[in-house]
T-cell receptor, first 115, second 108 residues
Framework: EAGVAQSPRYKIIEKRQSVAFWCNPISGHATLYWYQQILGQGPKLLIQFQNNGVVDDSQLPKDRFSAERLKGVDSTLKIQPAKLEDSAVYLC?????????????FGDGTRLSIL | DAKTTQPPSMDCAEGRAANLPCNHSTISGNEYVYWYRQIHSQGPQYIIHGLKNNETNEMASLIITEDRKSSTLILPHATLRDTAVYYCIAFHDYKLSFGAGTTVTVRA
């Protein structure tokens, strides 16, 4: 079974530029998550999708971050404009559902550096 | 908010069992306990989860106390590749809330 795929693996941009990350979840997984992981900390949930609908985006800085999951499969996360504090690893995860008995499986993330 | 408490770090010897403790005294009766680990430059890897009963899979065993206030993850034969940050998480409100985890170093 293929895992969660993310691209690019690394990205370096200057502040105020825009950037986008892509995620392809495990086949058949209805629930998709984006997390932000700052160096030295655990991942923090940004947004959760169930199929192509948003379930929770309470921690997403909506003035600069946006995410979509068209057709309920792949997803993109965008930052515009980027700030220095956005330097982090952006992780995508998927699960077959949102119940407590359905583990989330993570990709290896995109490491974003803001200059 | 993280509802679990873990030691910040621990060492263990290669080939020996590694027992990783976690306290979750405020966990609710229907909240699963999850364990993930994260090796440098990789995403978190799912290890195991449980609700009330002890669980075992090909990676580890999870022992949950009868009162559910604490649990222990057991890696039966630690190898150098098990060096990682291990996260114990109470699945709450449909979310995984990661804390700082335990940095486990396996030494030869």
């Amino acid at each position: 079974e293929a895992g969660v795929a993310q691209s690019p693996r690394y990205k370096i941009i200057e502040k105020r530029q825009s950037v986008a990350f892509w995620c392809n979840p495990i086949s058949g997984h209805a629930t998709l998550y984006w997390y932000q992981q700052i160096l030295g900390q655990g991942p923090k949930l940004l947004i959760q999708f169930q199929n192509n609908g948003v379930v929770d985006d309470s921690q997403l800085p909506k003035d600069r971050f946006s995410a979509e999951r068209l057709k309920g499969v792949d997803s993109t996360l965008k930052i515009q404009p980027a700030k220095l504090e956005d330097s982090a690893v952006y992780l995508c995860a998927s699960s077959s559902g949102e119940s407590g008995n359905q583990p989330q499986h993570f990709g290896d993330g995109t490491r974003l550096s803001i200059l | 908010d993280a509802k679990t408490t873990q030691p910040p770090s621990m060492d263990c010897a290669e080939g020996r069992a590694a027992n990783l403790p976690c306290n979750h005294s405020t966990i609710s009766g229907n909240e699963y306990v999850y364990w993930y680990r994260q090796i440098h430059s990789q995403g978190p890897q799912y290890i195991i989860h449980g609700l009330k009963n002890n669980e075992t899979n090909e990676m580890a065993s999870l022992i949950i106390t009868e009162d559910r206030k604490s649990s222990t993850l057991i890696l039966p034969h630690a190898t150098l590749r098990d060096t990682a940050v291990y996260y114990c998480i109470a699945f709450h409100d449909y979310k995984l809330s990661f804390g700082a985890g335990t940095t486990v170093t396996v030494r030869a």
